[in-house]
């Protein structure tokens, strides 16, 4: 009798060893990870819009002229916070959403960067120690995209190596139904690299 409990303890603790090993707990530990990690792009990417308006009143306030560009971010920062741009973490399968974020951002810092280097014929305004602060918080927070950017699709390449992979893809099909998730990919080149100023008070 005693051989038999300990025969069908055994068999359950394999039983249990190769559901694990099936993708049962590492297949949603996974996607759980990538989906934290892009919880973390979309906080970096608020707290980008989030300094805009303390710009707004920075540029408004010392070159009038450049209203218009300031419009243009005023207007891009408004259509990458809209309810319906932010992403979900049952969204991140879907490349044609993650695209419509993507363009979103990137529209964004586009035309952020294009004010910042109109601002830069302003020496009066460049030499403004809320200007300073304002660019300095901006570049620790575009550091922090690029991070958030890069973790989540480290994350993202773990989990769609998992769910490719034996024994992982067994559970990941017939368990979990689980659908590759999809990367953070620039829409143009060079859109997701903070804008470059030079500083100096005597830049030309």
Known sequence: MNRIIAFRTV????????????????????????K???????????????LIPNLEQIVMSSAEQERQTLNEVIEARASATR???????????????MQQYQQAQNNLGGALSRLLVSVERYPELRSQD???????????????IAVAIRDYNEAVRD???????????IGANII??????????????????????????DAN
């Not at 068999?11 to 990538?34: D, K």
């Not at 309810?83 to 959403?97: H, N």
């Not at 300073?132 to 550091?143: A, D, H, I, S, V």
């Not at 979990?176 to 999809?182: D, I, K, S, Y």
Request: proline letters at 6%; hydrophobic letters at 40%; one cysteine or more.
């Open 130 to 144: 809320n200007f300073g602060r304002f660019m300095t918080q901006l570049e620790g927070t575009e550091n922090r």
């Open 159 to 169: 989990y769609n190596t998992t769910i490719r992979t034996f024994p992982d893809t």
């Open 36 to 50: 934290a990690r892009w919880a973390d792009v979309e906080a970096q990417f608020q707290r980008r819009a989030n």
């Open 176 to 201: 979990h139904g689980a659908e590759p998730l999809v990367p953070y990919e620039a829409v143009s080149e060079g859109a997701e690299v903070a804008p470059e100023l030079d500083m100096r008070s």
């Open 83 to 97: 309810p319906e741009i932010k992403l979900e973490g049952d969204d991140l399968t879907d490349a044609s959403k």
């Open 11 to 34: 068999m359950l603790g394999a039983f249990a060893l190769a559901l694990s090993a099936c993708g049962i707990n590492s297949v949603p530990a996974a996607e759980e990870t990538a």
